[in-house]
């Protein structure tokens, strides 16, 4: 699913428009993308003077060679790349395409979230998960922040994803 996402077109002239900024949504089911709007919408409402373009897949398709590409594709050029999931557990899907997409992505800032859509995972998996993102991260020179499932999704004008979207904005 493609979405260009002008929140308040009458905003802002033409030319005082930021540039339009790239995010890919990968989810695991209904709840986990749900979540990842919620942080989506809260970005919009900060960054309002920015156009936004929305690209979601869900895990399941990344097992289809065409949606994996086109998935690869987006990730190459997104500045915001939201993992959302409500298991512990990553599907094989997901840790194939991460193994592969990360080796060919050629945009060379941004940001990897990983959104929890369900209660917070016990601290041994949220550290083994976000030591292996934040390592695929890094080695890009993306920064990388986990979302808890409690975390207010609208107070994004602080740490830690507004902070990091505004690295890579400015």
């Known amino acids: 699913m493609t979405a260009s996402l002008n929140p308040n077109p009458t905003a802002a002239g033409l030319d005082e428009r930021e540039p339009g900024r790239q995010i890919l949504i990968l989810y695991e089911d209904f709840a986990a993308y749900s979540r990842a709007v919620e942080v989506c919408r809260g970005l919009m409402e900060q960054f309002a003077s920015t156009d936004f373009d929305i690209r979601c897949w869900n895990f399941i398709e990344l097992a ?7 998935a690869a594709k987006a990730a190459g050029a997104a500045d915001l790349i939201l993992l959302s999931m409500g298991t512990v557990e990553t599907p094989v899907e997901l840790d194939q395409w991460l193994d592969f997409t990360f080796t060919v992505r050629f ?26 993102l934040g390592q695929l991260a890094g080695g890009l020179g993306m920064d990388f922040i986990s979302l808890l499932p409690d975390a207010d999704v609208r107070a994004l004008n602080g740490p830690p994803m507004a902070a990091a979207w505004r690295t890579h904005v400015a």
């Open 64 to 70: 289809d060679f065409n949606c994996a590409r086109h």
């Open 107 to 132: 945009k060379p800032d941004g940001v990897l979230a990983l959104v929890w859509s369900v209660s917070a995972p016990p601290p041994a998996t949220l550290e083994k998960l976000g030591l292996r």
